[in-house]
């Protein structure tokens, strides 16, 4: 069955302080991941994916199939970057199209 | 504009009495799905659809029913609530399958009395 991991509920670090949001999979196949992003009082929104392997504010994500992970990290980050972020993965096409979704991870950034 | 629509926002309701929770999407997309959203447990799909007429569980489907009559609308449906499912619930839409980009409403905060 597909499982999302992510470890951590909270990460508190300071404006320029690195950032590294942790994901794990469990999943057979050759798996898609998300990650979406849900800021304050606001629905939640894709951030990036990484078929595209594209840089979303700052933000990228390297699938390690090796590892299963799909970690999220930013170099410096920003108060604006505060929010919950979640990991999710697809079921893939047909009938197994659920999408699972990690327990999320509430990341503040202080000033 | 491109939207997901979720009425009501806000439900207090008592223990039994049913209720609907609408979703609208205007992007003529094919996947829609339901989610709930609680602390500590991040967001969990209760179902989901392919198309019309197409749907199927996801991992907390008990107590809750759908329907996909038209493929803009994608009700959820509280037979008889319970305050358990008090939650946030979030419709979500996109292209083809959950591997899509998903579009979610607004959600709506529902607490059962």
């Known amino acids: 069955a597909q499982r999302v991991t992510q470890p951590e509920k909270l990460l508190s670090v300071f404006k320029g302080a690195p950032v590294e949001l942790k994901c794990n999979y469990s999943y057979s196949g050759s798996p898609e991941l998300f990650w979406y992003v849900q800021y304050s009082r606001q629905r939640l929104q894709l951030l990036l994916r990484h078929i595209s392997r594209e840089s979303i504010k700052g933000f990228t994500a390297d699938l390690n199939k090796g590892e299963t992970s799909f970690h999220l990290k930013k170099p410096f980050a920003q108060e604006e970057d505060s929010a919950m972020y979640y990991c999710?993965?697809?079921?893939?096409?047909?009938?197994?199209?659920?999408?699972?979704f990690g327990k999320g991870i509430t990341l503040s950034v202080r000033p | 504009e491109a939207q997901v629509t979720q009425n009501p926002r806000y439900l207090i309701t008592v223990t039994g009495k049913k209720l609907t929770v609408t979703c609208s999407q205007n992007m003529n997309h094919e996947y829609m799905s339901w989610y709930r959203q609680d602390p500590g447990l991040g967001l969990r799909q209760i179902y989901y659809s392919m198309n019309v007429e197409v749907t199927d569980k996801g991992d907390v489907p008990e107590g809750y029913k759908v329907s996909r009559k038209e493929k803009r609308n994608f009700p959820l449906i509280l037979e008889s609530p319970s305050p358990n499912q008090t939650s946030l619930y979030f419709c979500?839409?996109?292209?083809?399958?959950?591997?899509?980009?998903?579009?979610f409403g607004p959600g709506t905060r529902l607490l059962v009395l």
């Open positions: 979500a839409s996109s292209w083809g399958t959950s591997g899509e980009t998903q579009y």
């Open positions: 999710a993965l697809p079921g893939g096409r047909g009938a197994n199209s659920k999408l699972t």
